[in-house]
């Protein structure tokens, strides 16, 4: 049994629809159900190529994290692409659960959004979770939340194997005066180009293809620079730590996406290390571009300010996240 979850949010650490997906996954897990999971802000370009996903699933989790108002253009890009390009055969056999958790109301209309959507392009939709989220540590230790949490997942794995029917809806009875999108503007060539682009398995083989030999030509590259280029960075963090009395230890993972490097720093008591690879378990994951971490070292920039602003995401420990800047000191902000 395949489950897919689409994830609409930004990723923030502070989003606690990550905290239901990682629980939800957690159920499924255990009960041998493979889950994907897709977030659609690591992928805003091929959000259209995702339709391609759902033939290999037996049902589908949305989930939404409302900031404000909605549902989020990265989930409605999503549920476009849906409409335009998806098989309205692999559609009508897919149940739907949706997520949507709020931290400032709305969740209600985000749901039945959702829900709408759905049943509009003819799929089955079954009772997902809708909370509003106001103290996001309590809503995550709080045993009767956790509890609600996996029975849901329960519930996803007995509805989906049992193949269990659903109540007819209007809307869902009504679909087929959507199945065809407009033309858009596009010639027959351009239509059919598109369509190509975001159903045909074989071109979308091809092209992730030349993505990775892409990608490998480019870390190559960047492999054969100067070993200045290689150490970029390192000099300045360790110049930057600051020692303490007390106990320390944590682990920073920070990719930089323009350049496809992740920077480590492992730091335990007064030993630091820093070096370019991959971290096992980081107590931090960060996301940023070699611009920022470079205004961070020169003191431009602190760590938390770039998380705020939104130039750097990042998830894990939210604690240790603020006191990175109080674990190096570089020079003053300019």
Known sequence: MNINIYYGGRGLIEDPSLYVMDKLTGVLDEVRVHVERYNLYENKSAIAMMVNTLKEADGVILVASVEWLGIGGLLQQFLDACWLYADRNILSKLYMFPVVISTAGGEREAQCMLTRAWELLGGKVCEGICAYVDDQTDFETDPQILNLIEKKGEDIYRIVHQNAPVF????????????????????PQESEQLSEYVSNDSYVQKQKKDVELLSQKYRNILDTGKDESKQEFIKEIKDGFVRSSEPIEAVFSIEMTDT?????????????????????????????????VNKLVRGKQTFQGAFMSGVLSSKGDFKLLRSFDQFFRFSSLM
């Not at 007819?168 to 010639?187: E, I, N, V, Y």
């Not at 335990?268 to 070699?290: C, F, H, I, Q």
């Open 168 to 187: 007819k809806s209007s809307a869902r009875m009504d679909h087929g005066r959507f199945t065809q999108a407009p033309a858009a503007g596009l010639t």
């Open 260 to 292: 496809g490097r992740t920077l480590v720093i492992e730091i335990k008591d007064n030993d630091l290390k820093v070096y370019y690879g991959e971290a096992s378990a980081p107590d931090v994951e960060a996301k940023t571009t070699r611009d920022v």
